[in-house]
Nanobody
């Protein structure tokens, strides 16, 4: 079992940056693959980024590639999402998720554990 708590969301001007954090409970954090997903109003939840348990592999959605960076600190049981050059299309609730296989994954069904989400709002 793992519990996930996101933080770092907020209101930011277009072109600005935010860093989201996701703190995980449990002693085997390095064994979990982690992902970030987001859901905008009226839209389905979509994949943003994923990182393997060791941190060796990372993948991004095309819409955020080059602007967002996923990273993790296994000593702190935390995964991060650094978001730069934000625009209005990035406005959404951002969710952290974990899978016990330790793998990267773009499909939400692979993830068995989810945080409560944190709101990111980008204004012009």
């Amino acid at each position: 079992q793992v519990q996930l708590v996101e933080s770092g969301g907020g209101l930011v001007q277009a072109g600005g940056s935010l860093r989201l954090s996701c703190a995980a409970s449990g002693r085997t954090f390095s064994g979990y693959g982690m992902g970030w997903f987001r859901q905008a109003p009226g839209k389905e939840r979509e994949f943003v980024a994923t990182i393997s348990g060791s941190g060796s592999f990372r993948y991004y959605a095309d819409s955020v590639k080059g602007r967002f960076t996923i990273s993790r600190d296994n000593a702190k049981n935390t995964v991060y999402l650094q978001m730069n050059s934000l625009n209005s299309e990035d406005t959404a609730v951002y969710y952290c998720a974990a899978n016990r296989d330790g793998m990267v994954a773009q499909v939400s069904a692979v993830y068995g554990y989810w945080g409560q989400g944190t709101q990111v709002t980008v204004f012009s």
